[in-house]
């Protein structure tokens, strides 16, 4: 039988630019009551883009969170009261300078709904053309290649990034 918690309060921790931080006690059926830390974020998308010789544009660039340089299809987060499908729009032409002529929203997700109640919208991007540079604050490298090798990628753990990586393993059955 699944059990609904019940929320008794709930206490805004910390308010940032990306996230912020809730405390909400709730009362479990036959558990008494208990925390839950949650992280609220707005949302994101992702754009698998993919173009006429079948290349996938990614990007390569530097988390802080993990310290590292990873791949990434061009994404970003939804700002407020932004429609998903507009934010593709935004996001493929600041991060990388196209735009598509077809945009499909393939896949929807919780990242981590234990504990945020992050959503991304992953959407399939073609018919792309390269109307101007990306804009200047974006700190990326563009690399186009084949979905194929792409998907290889995927599977040797050399993408790591989770909504890379399903837009990858979803555009290789729809293409």
Known sequence: ??????????????TGKIISLRVD??????????KREIVEHGGAVGIVAINENNEIVLIKQFRKAIEKVIWELPSGKL???????????????????YNAQNLKLIHKFFTSSEFSNQKIYIYLATGLTLED?????????????????????????????AKTSIGILLAKELI
């Open 1 to 14: 039988m699944l059990i609904e918690e019940k929320t008794i309060s709930s206490d805004k921790i910390y």
């Open 25 to 34: 006690t709730v009362e479990v059926e036959r558990q008494g009551y208990q």
């Open 79 to 97: 700002e407020v009261g932004e429609n998903p499908k507009e934010c593709a729009i935004r996001e493929l032409k600041e991060e990388t300078g």
């Open 133 to 161: 540079n990306q804009i200047d604050n974006e700190s990326v490298e563009i690399c186009k290649i084949g979905l194929e090798d792409a998907y290889n990628m995927v599977i040797k753990n050399e993408i790591e990034d």
